[in-house]
């Protein structure tokens, strides 16, 4: 399918300071000039799929190469577990901060504000999808509602549904589907959405709707926010075993963690 989106130019990227975290490019800038730097893309309409990347990602992609892969094929990846800002520090290139996928969903419908933007939201159940656009709108009136889906749909549906997002042609759009599905469907169909700005949210729309609380800024200055959420879902205790494996990892390969390897 042919769409009118102009693909991001080499010199785009190369505005871009990054970090190789076991061959995935990390972002190095803080959250106000991700913001300044994502802003320009949706203004001139150029795809970018952000990836807010955690340790968790990063281990399934030492696991499998078309996940790997996949990873890479996005604009833009960003430091969003606190691991990776302890990783990106521990082998002596650092990442200014964490930037929470959370926080620069927020930060973008409050841009979309003053420059009439639009998103579209995609994943999780129906009533969540919809209580969380109503918070949304009511937060940030000035944004329009472009559309709203839930995620509860398959391949067979793919067309339907990416159909219906370019007729919408929403300045943002922004899915949370299952793990291993979010970010490798986004990746598939980006070209043909035809929106400048996507990025997985993951769980953001639960809390955004009020299902789960964000943890308390102690835990997320002590970055212990993966903590609070375990409390909260103890049944996500099997995916966070991957953590003290990852940091293990690093801890016995610091010097072969920045060098570009697609697989351990």
């Not at 939201?121 to 999808?129: A, E």
Request: proline share 6%.
């Amino acid at each position: 399918m042919m769409t009118s989106m102009t693909k991001s130019r080499p010199s785009d990227a190369a505005k871009v300071p990054t970090v190789s975290i076991y061959g995935l490019p990390f972002s190095k800038l803080n959250m106000n000039d991700t913001v300044a730097y994502l802003t320009a893309a949706i203004e001139q309409r150029r795809v970018t799929h952000v990836i807010t990347a955690n340790p968790i990602m990063i281990m399934s992609a030492q696991e499998d190469p078309a996940y790997h892969a996949m990873m890479r094929t996005a604009e833009m990846i960003v430091p969003d577990g606190a691991g990776v800002v302890w990783a990106a520090g521990y082998v002596g290139e650092p990442v200014a901060e964490r930037v929470a996928g959370f926080d620069l969903l927020h930060r973008l419908m409050a841009e979309g504000e003053t420059r009439n933007w639009s998103v579209y939201l995609l994943g999780t159940d129906q009533q969540t999808i919809d209580t969380a656009a109503a918070n949304l709108q009511r937060k940030f009136p000035r944004v329009r509602i472009a559309g709203v889906r839930n995620g509860y749909f398959g391949p067979e549906q793919d067309a339907e549904v990416v159909a219906a997002i370019r007729e919408a042609r929403p300045d943002l759009l922004f899915v949370a589907r299952s793990a291993s599905t979010q970010e490798p469907w986004i990746a598939q169909y980006k070209a043909e959405l035809d929106v400048p700005f996507i990025m997985g949210v993951g769980g953001s729309f639960d809390i955004i709707a009020g299902k789960l609380k964000r943890a308390p800024v102690l835990f997320q200055k002590l970055r212990l926010e993966w903590f609070y959420r375990l409390l909260q879902e103890p049944s996500r205790y099997k995916r966070m075993l991957v953590l003290p494996k990852f940091v293990l990892k690093v801890i016995r390969e610091k010097e072969k963690v920045t060098k570009t390897r697609p697989i351990s």
